[in-house]
Antibody
Framework: EVQLVESGGGLVQPGRSRRLSCAASGFIFGDYAMHWVRQGPGKGLEWVSGISWNGGSIDYADSVKGRFTISRDNAKKSLYLEMNNLRAEDTALYYC??????????????WGQGTLVTVSS | SSELTQDPAVSVALGQTVRITCQGDNLRTYYASWYQQKPGQAPVLVIYSRNIRPSGIPDRFSGSRSGNTASLTITGAQADDEADYYCLSRDSSHNHLGWVFGGGTKLTVL
């Protein structure tokens, strides 16, 4: 059974940084692209960033480009999101999502339960 | 970035058929996938590619595309289908690597 467990959320002041982690199990982590998707309170889904199986392809939403960095450690079966210069509008539940190919193909069959990031002073 | 437009809310009588649409220029090139989200839960993939249902998704869910519009059709809607539905497709402004969700449609089953 695929399991994706996010951690690292919490209350953070505007302008500060936070690192999210996602621990994967139940599948060969290094065989799949991964993504971060977020959902603000009472809002819709927003794709944040994606990374191919080996990190060779990476992309970001315009709203986070230059502030967020996605990375992965296949040996540790873990996905990360380094978030810098956080803003109030980054407040959201952040989901770790598994794609269904080594490349990003947009087939999001497996989601974690999310970790909540609240940006507030 | 590209945009995908969905109606904010749609309603359907129990047992009837409903179509949820998603419009965007990038849909002329790329298929949409569809996600169902119930309150307090993570989204669930219901349709991907041309019209493929993941294992465990009832066959009353189907997908189609015409021009710049992708559609999710529920034939014989059930009370359990009441949820928010989101489309997802490639963001063609990102050199075909990024992704964009539609704004979501809240489906009410009457």
């Amino acid at each position: 059974e695929v399991q994706l467990v996010e951690s690292g959320g919490g209350l953070v002041q505007p302008g500060r940084s936070r690192r999210l982690s996602c621990a994967a199990s139940g599948f060969i982590f290094g065989d799949y692209a991964m993504h971060w998707v977020r959902q603000g309170p009472g809002k819709g889904l927003e794709w944040v960033s994606g990374i191919s199986w080996n990190g060779g392809s990476i992309d970001y939403a315009d709203s986070v480009k230059g502030r967020f960095t996605i990375s992965r450690d296949n040996a540790k079966k873990s996905l990360y999101l380094e978030m810098n210069n956080l803003r109030a509008e980054d407040t959201a539940l952040y989901y770790c999502v598994k794609d269904e190919d080594t490349a990003m193909v947009g087939r999001f069959e497996d989601w974690g339960q999310g970790t909540l990031v609240t940006v507030s002073s | 970035s590209s945009e995908l437009t969905q109606d904010p809310a749609v309603s359907v009588a129990l047992g009837q058929t409903v179509r949820i649409t998603c419009q965007g220029d990038n849909l002329r090139t790329y298929y949409a996938s569809w996600y169902q989200q119930k309150p307090g839960q993570a989204p669930v993939l219901v349709i991907y590619s041309r019209n493929i249902r993941p294992s465990g998704i009832p066959d009353r869910f189907s997908g189609s595309r015409s021009g710049n519009t992708a559609s999710l059709t529920i034939t014989g809607a059930q009370a359990d289908d009441e949820a928010d539905y989101y489309c997802l497709s490639r963001d063609s402004s990102h050199n075909h690597l990024g992704w964009v969700f539609g704004g979501g449609t809240k489906l009410t089953v009457l």
